[in-house]
């Protein structure tokens, strides 16, 4: 059964990081555009971020450039999600998604995601 498991959510301060990862089972990640997106509470959910399978990024929120990045490990069918300097406002759950594709795709175009994990940034 083909499924995403992301790890790695929790409480940190604000200004502390996270390294969230999405671990693939049942398929191979390689020729797949991953992204991560994240709902916080009251809100609908939106596009973060995105690799391409040639390792290209691509932000959908430009409030996450310069603190967020996303990376992939293909040998491990896994890709990370790294958060440095979170502030209160990324508290959401986070999603990893998988997209039929190499290269980024509009953020609707995700055709496997992951059960979603909690981040909370609080004092």
């Known amino acids: 059964q083909a499924q995403l498991v992301e790890s790695g959510g929790g409480l940190v301060q604000p200004g502390g990081s996270l390294r969230l990862s999405c671990a693939a089972s049942?398929?191979?990640?390689?020729?797949?555009?991953i992204g991560w997106s994240r709902q916080a509470p009251g809100k609908e959910r939106e596009g973060v971020l995105c690799?391409?399978?040639?390792?290209?990024?691509?932000y959908y929120a430009d409030s996450v450039k310069g603190r967020l990045t996303i990376s992939r490990d293909n040998a491990k069918n896994t890709v990370y999600l790294q958060m440095n300097n979170l502030k209160p406002e990324d508290t959401a759950v986070y999603y990893c998604?998988?997209?039929?594709?190499?290269?980024?795709?509009?953020?609707?175009?995700?055709?496997?995601w992951g059960q979603g994990i909690q981040v909370t940034v609080a004092s």
């Open positions: 690799i391409s399978s040639n390792f290209t990024i691509a």
């Open positions: 998604a998988a997209a039929s594709r190499r290269s980024c795709p509009p953020y609707s175009s995700y055709d496997r």
């Open positions: 049942g398929f191979t990640l390689d020729y797949y555009a």
